[in-house]
C-alpha cells in the first residue's frame, strides 16, 4: 500500500487539515483518563508545525447523535493539546463549521506560523456520519492539504475520513498519510502480505462472529493461528464439547465448523481452561480439560496447559499479530492466560511483534510491556478491518505515492 506521506510535501506556509483520532477517555470531570490517543499524534503534528505550517484539527468524541452534546466536547482534548505543544498556540473552536472558525482559521497568517485550531466534535454534525458533501466542502476550505493521522477510524467512510479529503483534493490540494497511519500501514501491511515466517496470528475475544472474515483470511496466510477468550468456546463446542454456562455462539457453530475444517493443523484451541461458577472477579474457579466443562461453570480464561502450548507455538515465531484477550482479563484472576501472552511477545527475540488494539492493547499496557513488541495498534476496528483484507475508506482516499 504505497500511499504520498507528509515527507512528500513542504508544509510551509500552508494550513493543513488534519484528522486525528482524539477519541478519548474522560474521567467524571471531564479530565482526559488516558492520552494515549493524543501522544500517537504527537510526531506527525510536531512535523508540520516545526516546517512552518498552521494546522486545523478534526476528531471525533464518543457518540453524540449528530448535534452538540458538552458532554463530548474536544475542549478538553484541545487544553491538553496546548500543555503537549507550549511552544504553539492551540485555539478551539467553539463548532464545526460557522463563523467563529472562519474568524479563528482566517487569523492565522504564513508570516507567523506555528498555530493549531481544533474544530469541535465533527460528530456534533449530521453531515459527518452522512459523508455530506457540503459539510465537507466547507471544512475542505479551510485549509491547503489534508492528512490522515487516525488510523483507529479509517475503517469508516465519514465526512472527515473521505468526502474531506475527496474535497481538498478537488481543490488541488494532496491527501496524504501522518507518520502514525504510515506506521501502521507499514507493520499490518507487511505483516499480512510479506511476514517473516514462521507468521502466527493470535485471536481472542467474546465473539466468533466479529472475527470471521479475519479468521479465514487468515488461515490461508499464516503458520498457525492460536485460539482464545470466548470464542474459543464456540470452535469447542462446534467440535460437541460440553461448555456448561460459558459464552457459546449457537448461531456460528456452523460457521466454526467450516472454519476448523479449513483450518486444519493450523488452528490451535485450548486444551484446559479456569472453569468459574459466575461471572464474576471473586468466583469460585478451577482448571479443568476443555472435555471436563460442568454444566454448572463457565470458562473465563486458558488454563496453565494452554499456555505452555501456545508459547510452544510462539518460541520460533518471526512475526505475531495478536488480537483479542484470552480471557477475562478485566478480573485479575482470570488475567493470567492474557498477561502470559503478553510477556511470551514481549520475550521473543528477532520478531515482529503487532498487537491489533483493542483489549489486546489494553492488555499489553496493563501488563507494562507495551515497549517490549514491535507495534501497538492504535484502532481495533480498523486492525481488524485490515488483517480480514476488507477495504478501509480513511486509506483508500490517499494520494497515490
Known sequence: ?????????????????????????????????????????????????????????????????????????????????????????????????????????????????????????????????????????????????????AFGTSHRADASMVAVAEAVRARGGPVMAGFLVEKEIAYLGNAV??????????????????????????????????????????????????????????????????LLAKGGDKLHLPIDDVAASEFSAEADAVIVPVDEIAPDRMVLDIGPETIAAYQAVLAGAKTVVWNGPMGVFEFPRFAQGTFAIAQTLAGLEDAVTIIGGGDSAAAIQQAGLADEVSHVSTGGGASLTFLEGASLPGIDVLDEA
Open 193 to 258: 502480505n510479506d511476514p517473516k515466517r514462521p507468521f502466527v496470528a493470535i485471536l481472542g475475544g467474546a465473539k466468533v462472529s466479529d472475527k470471521i472474515g479475519v479468521i479465514d483470511n487468515l488461515l490461508a496466510k499464516v503458520d498457525a493461528l492460536l485460539i482464545g477468550g470466548g470464542m474459543a468456546n464456540t470452535f469447542l463446542a462446534a467440535k460437541g464439547l460440553e461448555m456448561g454456562k460459558s459464552l457459546v455462539e449457537a448461531e456460528a457453530l456452523n460457521t466454526a465448523r467450516d
Open 1 to 149: 500500500m504505497n500511499k504520498k506521506t507528509i515527507r512528500d510535501f513542504d508544509p510551509a506556509g500552508k494550513r493543513i487539515l488534519v484528522r486525528v483520532d482524539f477519541n478519548v477517555p474522560l474521567d467524571e470531570h471531564r479530565q482526559i483518563a488516558d492520552d494515549t490517543r493524543i501522544q500517537a499524534a504527537l510526531p506527525t503534528l510536531k512535523y508540520l508545525l516545526d516546517n512552518g505550517a498552521d494546522l486545523i484539527l478534526m476528531s471525533h468524541l464518543g457518540r453524540p447523535k449528530g448535534a452538540p452534546d458538552p458532554r463530548y466536547s474536544l475542549a478538553p482534548t484541545a487544553h491538553h493539546l496546548q500543555s503537549l505543544l507550549p511552544e504553539y498556540k492551540v485555539h478551539m473552536a467553539s463548532e464545526v463549521i460557522g463563523p467563529s472558525v472562519d474568524i479563528l482559521v482566517n487569523a492565522m497568517s504564513p508570516d507567523r506560523p506555528g498555530e493549531v485550531v481544533v474544530l469541535e466534535n465533527v460528530r456534533f454534525h449530521p453531515g459527518e456520519k452522512d459523508g455530506d458533501p457540503e459539510f465537507a466542502a466547507a471544512i475542505a476550505a479551510l485549509g491547503d492539504a489534508y492528512v490522515n493521522d
